[in-house]
Nanobody
Framework: VQLQAFGGGLVQAGGSLRLSCAASGRSFNDYGLGWFRQAPGKEREFVAA????????YYSNSVRGRFTISRDNTKNTVYLRMNSLKPEDTAVYYCAGETRDFRSDYVAASETLYDYWGQGTEVTVSS
């Protein structure tokens, strides 16, 4: 099972990026997917998550209103659209998939609930 995240890069403050994470080896169509990030010298933190259908989402307070998580189950892919980026959004962004809540409305925000992790894609926001 592999989660491949890509789309990171260098962007100026106020700019936008869209991260993508494609899963292979198993389907996550019936399970939640999420994004986490780890800034230099800090612990990994929750960013956003979606339930299996995409109809239920949850965001951290620091990104709510600026970031949007979405998924395309036909492509086994989850996206993170990031607008109005700030220097404090600089981090390595990781996607993750859980296999505990089959077709649930529950949205997992704790990294301990995720079983599979991508390798991360780096986002740098310059001021």
């Amino acid at each position: 099972v592999q989660l491949q995240a890509f789309g990171g890069g260098l962007v100026q403050a106020g700019g936008s990026l869209r991260l993508s994470c494609a899963a292979s080896g198993r389907s996550f169509n019936d399970y939640g997917l999420g994004w986490f990030r780890q800034a230099p010298g800090k612990e990994r933190e929750f960013v956003a998550a979606s339930n299996w259908s995409g109809r239920r989402t949850y965001y951290s307070n620091s990104v709510r209103g600026r970031f949007t998580i979405s998924r395309d189950n036909t492509k086994n892919t989850v996206y993170l659209r990031m607008n109005s980026l700030k220097p404090e959004d600089t981090a390595v962004y990781y996607c993750a998939g859980e296999t505990r809540d089959f077709r649930s409305d529950y949205v997992a925000a704790s990294e301990t609930l995720y079983d599979y992790w991508g390798q991360g894609t780096e986002v740098t926001v310059s001021s």
